[in-house]
């Protein structure tokens, strides 16, 4: 079974520290990885994804995120952050398998000036 | 403007009292999927929809039921909501699996 872990449930950085966000996952067939961001009251936005090719996937806001086969991980990273990337991350994973998409546990960024 | 709208944002109802949440996409997405998303347990799909009159359970389907019946439109319901089904609930769409899916704002039910 398809399965995501997000190692950390909550993250607090200092506004311009770098920041990593620990995302495992689990497949017996070929997936493909996603990272998505919801700010307080809205929705989830798509920050980047892994389909194939190239290992390190650059996504929105200065967020990048390198895919590891041997690892089985896909951690997100930012070299420095700001107040405004406080939010809830969550990665996701996509088999072939009629959009079926499973997320992770989801990790709270708080960015503290 | 491309986007998946969910109607209402907020309903607070009673146990027993059938509901419908609507979804509707601007996209021309093939797919379609609600999940429920509940602290510490990130989001769980719900049901999903790869096309048109072709839904399909996903891991927490018992006490829904959904529709396809146009490809803009997926609505979840409730026939008989009970208060663990309080919870914030987002539809979502996406055109293939590359794309990754587009959510709505959400719904927030609670069942009292």
């Known amino acids: 079974a398809q399965s995501v872990t997000q190692l950390d449930s909550q993250v607090p950085v200092f506004e311009e520290a770098p920041v990593e966000l620990r995302c495992n996952y689990s497949?017996?067939?070929?997936?493909?990885l996603f990272w998505y961001v919801q700010y307080p009251n809205q929705g989830l936005q798509l920050l980047l994804k892994?389909?194939?090719?190239?290992?390190l996937v650059k996504g929105i806001n200065g967020f990048e995120a390198e895919f590891n086969k041997s690892q089985t991980s896909f951690h997100l990273r930012k070299p420095s952050v700001h107040i405004s990337d406080t939010a809830e991350y969550f990665c996701a994973l996509f088999y072939n398998q009629g959009g079926k998409l499973i997320f992770g546990q989801g990790t709270e960024l708080s960015v503290k000036p | 403007e491309a986007q998946v709208t969910q109607n209402p944002r907020y309903l607070i109802t009673v146990t027993g009292k059938k509901l419908t949440v609507t979804c509707s996409q601007n996209m021309n997405h093939e797919y379609m999927s609600w999940y429920r998303q509940d602290p510490g347990l990130g989001l769980r799909q719900i049901y999903y929809s790869m096309n048109v009159e072709v839904t399909d359970k996903g891991d927490v389907p018992e006490g829904y039921k959904v529709s396809r019946k146009e490809k803009r439109n997926f609505p979840l319901i409730l026939e008989s909501p009970s208060p663990n089904q309080t919870s914030l609930y987002f539809c979502?769409?996406?055109?293939?699996?590359?794309?990754?899916?587009?959510f709505g704002s959400g719904t927030r039910l609670t069942v009292v």
């Open positions: 979502a769409s996406s055109f293939d699996s590359n794309y990754g899916y587009t």
């Open positions: 892994y389909l194939s090719g190239s290992t």
């Open positions: 497949s017996s067939v070929s997936v493909y």
